[in-house]
């Protein structure tokens, strides 16, 4: 147990932790809405599209995260009322906004003396996280959190029936808009741990582990969040004693369980197609 | 040629007027977004509450584009929609819209009960969770289905007939007075078209509007009071022998 506890008595280590739960549990919670819905290209592209705002907000001298919210909600709505408009297909749609706010960010960075501190924002430093930094994921995971559970039912049903949902009044790109706030938010909220590049993988595989291991919604959000706050905490170890890059170390645990529930997954399918009975959980 | 606004959760919603028929459809065109040629031409339909109508004709000619605008999911091109007196979209929460199957995700981690329950969302809006009423609402509308053994399976797991009634227990929990049904009973089994056809004369003896898209023309004398004859987006007169009851088209619409 020594080597668990002993690096927490470093207070970088205590702050990476709780970081690195902050973020699991937002960015797992939400990833689940973002695997169901398919937005996974989107939850990738709006991860790059914060970095020109990081960047500006970094020559400036402001807050970064400031910056990332402001960059990421202004390309969620962008997004959103670009495809709505229906002149060009989503995807090409997300695909413009995304490379050319990814290229503003390279090209402002490009202005600066040194590349050299922006590669925390490109790959993420867990270690690095500062207790201000902190505070603000925690009001960023606070802020998700409730509004994810405050505006559970009407995110579940556009998601499976937005016919239906539209049908009552209740409009699916009125939702659609408010999820893509929440994506940015979230977004903004996991880049220290891992960085713009790999914050993707943070959202959607640790849900789409979960969703290969239960057909209910809770329990997969639950599910979800576990695999990445233990993915969090081992990336966290993994940076401290082996001295690798934290975002990178975090994104390869989420990687494995994800290898390990698809097997999980297999072997059930192996014994429910043996047995007559199915199992309970799959029922 | 605006969408008309639906208020979700009754807000803004008004009362229907005494008197005034369920629904009324005077001289409507419409056309679906992004094309040229009308899907409706000309179609009137007057509906008094109470009355069970059957929108009767082959795929294409009209019936599920009225039940959408009257809905208010299509605008109309021309014309004017009546619902209980009022603008569509006023009383809202009054009408319950069932579509043909296959918008739903299946696959999607809910079971057959909570997606009965999200019918009752027309009435709770924003923020509102269901209450004990509700659920008590939703388990008696899946019995009626007989859907009881079903209800906590993943939605998925149902046959085509199961899916079907389990569409047809939300629009049920609606509540609603007048229920547009675009196609019920195409396609199921015996046992899920038995199921269906009971609740509906369960819902026109409890004094429910009905206006129902069919295809089929057999039991429409046993089922309905009255019948539009659709062809191209048109009102036709119906072909000799075919059931008439009571007049709902043009007539006596305008």
């Known amino acids: 147990m020594g080597w668990l506890l002993e690096p927490l008595q470093f207070s970088f280590m205590r702050t990476g932790l709780l970081a690195a739960v902050l973020v699991g549990v937002t960015c797992a919670v939400l990833g689940v809405y973002v695997v169901l819905r398919s937005m996974a290209f989107i939850g990738d592209a709006l991860a790059h599209t914060v970095l020109p705002g990081l960047v500006a907000a970094y020559l400036l001298g402001l807050n970064l995260l400031g910056g990332a919210v402001v960059a990421g909600v202004a390309t969620a709505l962008g997004i959103g009322w670009l495809s709505r408009r229906g002149t060009v297909r989503e995807d090409t749609a997300i695909g413009i906004a995304f490379t050319g706010m990814f290229a503003l960010g390279v090209l402002l960075m490009s202005t600066a003396d040194s590349f050299r501190d922006f590669s925390h924002m490109l790959f993420g430093n867990i270690l690095g996280i500062t207790r201000v930094d902190v505070v603000l994921i925690g009001v960023l995971a606070f802020v998700v959190l409730v509004v994810l559970f405050m505006f559970h039912k009407e995110l579940e049903l556009t998601s499976f029936d937005p016919a239906h949902a539209k049908a009552m009044g209740l409009s699916p790109d009125t939702v659609r808009y408010g999820l893509l706030i929440l994506l940015s938010l979230t977004v903004v909220a996991g880049i220290q741990a891992v960085g713009v590049v790999l914050i993707s993988a943070l959202l959607i595989t640790p849900a789409a582990a979960a969703s290969l291991l239960t057909r209910s919604l809770p329990r997969m959000m639950a599910i979800s969040a576990a695999i990445a706050v233990v993915s969090g905490i081992v990336g966290l170890y993994a940076s401290y004693y082996l001295d690798v890059a934290s975002g990178a170390a975090i994104v390869l645990a989420c990687t494995t369980c994800f290898i390990v529930a698809s097997a999980i997954r297999a072997l059930r399918q192996n014994s429910a197609a043996n047995a007559p009975e199915p199992l309970a959980d799959e029922r | ?254």
């Open chain 2, 1 to 254: 040629m605006r969408a008309p606004h639906l208020g979700y959760g009754r807000r803004g919603s008004v009362k229907p007027r005494p008197g005034e028929p369920a629904l009324l459809a005077r001289s409507v065109d419409a056309r679906y977004e992004g094309t040229s040629s009308l899907a409706l031409r000309d179609v009137s339909l007057n509906v008094p509450a109470g009355l069970r109508v059957a929108l009767v004709g082959p795929n294409g000619s009209g019936k599920s584009t009225l039940l959408k605008v009257v809905a208010g999911l299509l605008p109309i091109a021309s014309g004017e929609v009546r619902i209980f007196g009022n603008a569509v979209g006023a009383c809202h929460h009054r009408v319950a819209y069932l579509p043909q199957r296959g918008e739903v995700d299946w696959r999607f981690p809910i079971d057959v009960r909570k997606l009965v329950a999200t019918g009752r969302y027309t009435h709770l809006g924003w923020l509102r969770r269901p209450r004990r009423e509700d659920s008590e609402i939703v388990a008696e509308t899946i019995q009626k289905l007989g859907l009881s053994d079903l209800a906590e399976n993943q939605i998925g797991e149902l046959s085509g007939g199961q899916q079907q009634r389990a569409l047809l227990a939300r629009t049920l929990v609606q509540q609603g007075d007048l229920l547009l049904l675009d196609e019920p009973l195409n396609a199921v089994d015996a046992a899920t078209r038995d199921i269906i056809s009971e609740v509906l004369s369960d819902l026109g003896r409890a004094g429910k509007t009905l206006v129902i898209a069919t295809h089929d023309l057999t039991n429409l004398a046993a089922e309905f009071d009255g019948a539009l004859y659709l062809e191209n987006g048109r009102e036709i007169p119906p072909e000799p022998g075919n059931f008439v009851g009571v007049t709902v088209g043009r007539e006596v619409a305008n």
